[in-house]
């Protein structure tokens, strides 16, 4: 890419909807979340990341195949 490039590099509309969802999504989560550890203190905290841990194990495979 150089500086006279007059190409527009704007993301498509169907790619920001995508991010908006996914964005929105992470924030739900991280919202629930808190509101376990305000609710059960400490083990709200622990026990959903204890939860994850075969999903993100399963998710570091399916990466690493490809």
């Not at 509309?13 to 999504?25: D, F, N, R």
Request: proline content about 6%; hydrophobic content about 60%.
């Amino acid at each position: 890419m150089s500086l006279t490039d007059t190409h527009g590099h704007a993301p498509a509309e169907g790619e920001t909807a995508t991010v908006l969802k996914i964005l929105l999504s992470v924030a739900v989560f991280v919202a629930a979340w808190a509101t376990s550890v305000v609710l059960w203190g400490i083990p709200g905290l622990y026990i959903p990341a204890l939860a994850l841990v075969p999903v993100i194990w399963g998710l570091l495979l399916m990466i690493s195949r490809g």
